[in-house]
């Protein structure tokens, strides 16, 4: 993957949820929000040196927030930094 988002953005996968409860019912796909959380797959110049999200990290996102792009096939969001909520340690 080749992909530097501008400005002030970031890229994120998203991480998939369980689709089992611990009882062992399956969840279908479209009784399943989209989850809120991510990994950073890659971060704008002008945040790689200011900003406290790195490559790797997992984060919460605002739910309507991003706009969806597929790159080799994956699904990824491409995101404001202001519209991060926080990292997951």
Known sequence: MNFKPLDKRVLLERIEEETKTSSGIIIPD????????????????????DSEIKIGDNVVFDK?????????GKEYIV???????GILG
């Open 30 to 49: 479209n009784a399943k929000e989209k989850p809120l959380v991510g990994t950073v797959r890659a971060i704008s110049k002008k945040l790689e040196k």
């Open 79 to 85: 995101i404001d930094e202001e519209d991060l909520l």
């Open 64 to 72: 309507y927030k991003g706009s969806e792009i597929k790159i080799d």
